[in-house]
Nanobody, 125 residues
Framework: QVQLVESGGGLVQAGGSLRLSCAASGRTFSLYGMGWFRQAPGKEREFVAGINWSGGNTYYGDSVKGRFTISRDNTKKTVYLQMNSLKPEDTAVYYC??????????????????WGQGTRVTVSS
């Protein structure tokens, strides 16, 4: 079983940066594919980024490509989301997620097994 706790959200001006962290519990963290999703008010949960167990394979949603970077440190059981050049439309609750099978990086919420409670990011214009 994996438990996930996000941190690092907050209020930032457009053009600024934030780094989100997701701390995981469980001895098999290094075997899990990890991802970040976000959900804005009144919208569906949206795939942001995913990473395989080794960190050697990553995938991004079109709206964040070139601005966001996902990474992981298996020794610390933590996955990160570096967010640069933030825009007001990036405002959302960001969720960390994990899946036992990391052979692919799916963009559907149904493919993921574990979820954190979310951390709120607000980007002001």
């Amino acid at each position: 079983q994996v438990q996930l706790v996000e941190s690092g959200g907050g209020l930032v001006q457009a053009g600024g940066s934030l780094r989100l962290s997701c701390a995981a519990s469980g001895r098999t963290f290094s075997l899990y594919g990890m991802g970040w999703f976000r959900q804005a008010p009144g919208k569906e949960r949206e795939f942001v980024a995913g990473i395989n167990w080794s960190g050697g394979n990553t995938y991004y949603g079109d709206s964040v490509k070139g601005r966001f970077t996902i990474s992981r440190d298996n020794t610390k059981k933590t996955v990160y989301l570096q967010m640069n050049s933030l825009k007001p439309e990036d405002t959302a609750v960001y969720y960390c997620t994990a899946r036992r099978d990391d052979t692919t990086i799916p963009i559907s919420t149904d493919a993921y097994d574990h979820w954190g409670q979310g951390t709120r990011v607000t980007v002001s214009s």
